[in-house]
Structures are given as C-alpha cells and as structure tokens.
C-alpha cells in the first residue's frame, strides 16, 4: 500500500464518526471512537482513537486525537501522541505537538513542530497559538 493512497490507514478502520461533505459543526466536538472529517468543523476536536481530515475539510479547530492523517485544511493546534500524517494536498496551519511526524510533498505545515514522547503529550500544558509573524530586522 502507497504512503499517501486515497485510502489511508484511519480510514481502514471503521469510523464511529463522519462528519459529510455537506455538515457544518460548530462547538467543541468530544469522541471516544474513530473520526472521518469531510465537512467543516469550527471550535475544538477530540477523540481516543483516530482521526481523518479528508481532502475537502476544513477545520478551524485545535485537534486532539491518538493518529492524525490530514488531507484537508487545518486552522488550528495539533496534539497526538502517535503519528501525524500530512498526505500532499494538506495545508495546517497551527502548532503541532506529536510522536511521529509524516509530510508528503506538497504539504504545508506552518507553525511550531515539537517532537515528544508518546507519553508526554497529554501531560503537557497546552501549545500556544503561532503569532503573526513580525517584521525581522537586523
């Protein structure tokens, strides 16, 4: 199986969770099973398992969640202690805090990148938001 096929490997397991092209969910979104996201979500997104930004989402929220494959927009912070998967039409914008960072070209990522521990990142306090970039002079 290719790295980044249609098919990813969240999407192999079966989602509790779809939120459709046509759904719009505003508010905090709180999960225990496994989510596919190919809608718009605005506000924060949590889950036990695992997570799928298909490549039509768009997600203004900060992510909580075991793996994370995006193929989507994301307008917020990161936070998994497994894997995160950023398949070629991904574009994040926000922080991210992870075990295992995966970027296929043509990725945007922009914002801070900490590696941590598996085991660390649900202790952690909170990543800030990335500031607006300032002028940098010499």
């Not at 960072?101 to 900490?114: D, E, F, R, S, T």
Request: aromatic share 2%; proline share 7%.
């Amino acid at each position: 199986m290719a790295m980044f096929s249609r098919e990813p490997e969240v999407a192999a397991k079966s989602p509790e969770t779809i939120i459709g092209p046509s759904v719009k969910v505003e508010g905090n979104f709180i999960g225990s099973g496994n989510v596919v996201v190919e809608g718009t979500v605005n506000g924060s997104l949590k889950t036990s398992k695992d997570l799928r930004i298909g490549e039509g989402a768009k997600v203004k929220a900060d992510i909580e969640a075991a793996n994370v494959t995006v193929a989507g927009e994301v307008h917020g912070n990161v936070r998994t202690a497994g894997k995160l998967e950023l398949g070629p039409s991904a574009k994040v914008l926000g922080n991210v805090e992870v075990a295992v960072l995966v970027v296929a070209q043509g990725a945007i990522l922009n914002g801070k990148c900490v590696m941590v521990k598996p085991e660390t990142v649900s202790s952690s306090p909170p990543i800030p938001h990335p500031e607006k970039k300032k002028s940098f002079q010499a």
